[in-house]
């Protein structure tokens, strides 16, 4: 491989790259918060609450991301003849997704502290939303970490799903390229540059998980 075409290559890859990390930017900004809002809900003692949100996690859970998408972005076209720009489309496909996931990982994580914690919380005089988001909370972050760990590097990978609506991102144009040269240098530059954040999350995460061992709960 030339080397003036190898650094056209990376250039062009960056490029990609860019677009992968705004979806994944956007979706962990929405799906995290989202993801607490649907663990809220589905601990809520208000019955309809807990039907609608294990109706919403049973869908997003148990149909493919790839459909969601293509649903999200064309059902608006062909039921009620609305088109809006793909990029919207997929952070809200993505969004909905994850924040299923993440919501059932904050309900694990929230139910297993000890009612114990509550009790003696509102003892001290904290309000009910003050011991979740200063007592309860920290405490489940620190037990459910691995798993929202796995998440965020699953949705690295998951970023290439946004091709089947046109979107180009890192994976779409090293498919392109191989294509186009006849080689799968392309790919698997593409696929050491997945390899890499993975590693920075994984040593964020890490990181992250060493200065919350102070949350014994």
Do not use: H
Request: aromatic letters at 14%; a positive charge; one cysteine or more.
């Amino acid at each position: 491989m030339e080397l003036e075409y190898f650094i056209k290559l990376i250039k062009i890859l960056l490029e990609g790259l860019c677009t992968s990390l705004s979806i994944f930017g956007f979706t962990l900004l929405f799906a995290l918060p989202l993801g607490i809002v649907v663990s809220i809900l589905g601990i809520s003692k208000n019955k309809i609450n807990n039907i609608i949100t294990k109706i919403y996690i049973l869908i997003m859970r148990g149909t493919p991301l790839l459909l969601q998408i293509i649903c999200i972005y064309f059902a608006p076209y062909y039921l009620l003849k609305i088109s809006y720009d793909r990029f919207i489309a997929i952070i809200i496909a993505f969004s909905l997704n994850y924040a299923a996931y993440f919501g059932e990982i904050f309900r694990s994580g929230i139910v297993s502290i000890p009612n114990g914690q509550w009790e003696a919380a509102f003892t001290l005089g904290f309000s009910k939303s003050k011991t979740f988001f200063l007592i309860i909370l920290p405490q489940a972050v620190k037990r459910i970490l691995p798993a929202i760990s796995n998440e965020v590097i699953t949705l690295v990978r998951d970023t290439s799903l946004a091709q089947v609506i046109g979107i180009t991102e890192l994976f779409s144009i090293a498919q392109k390229q191989a294509n186009f040269k006849f080689s799968i240098i392309p790919l698997i530059i593409a696929g050491l540059i997945y390899l890499i954040i993975s590693l920075i999350l994984t040593i964020i995460f890490n990181y992250i998980e060493k200065k919350l061992n102070y949350y014994r709960g």
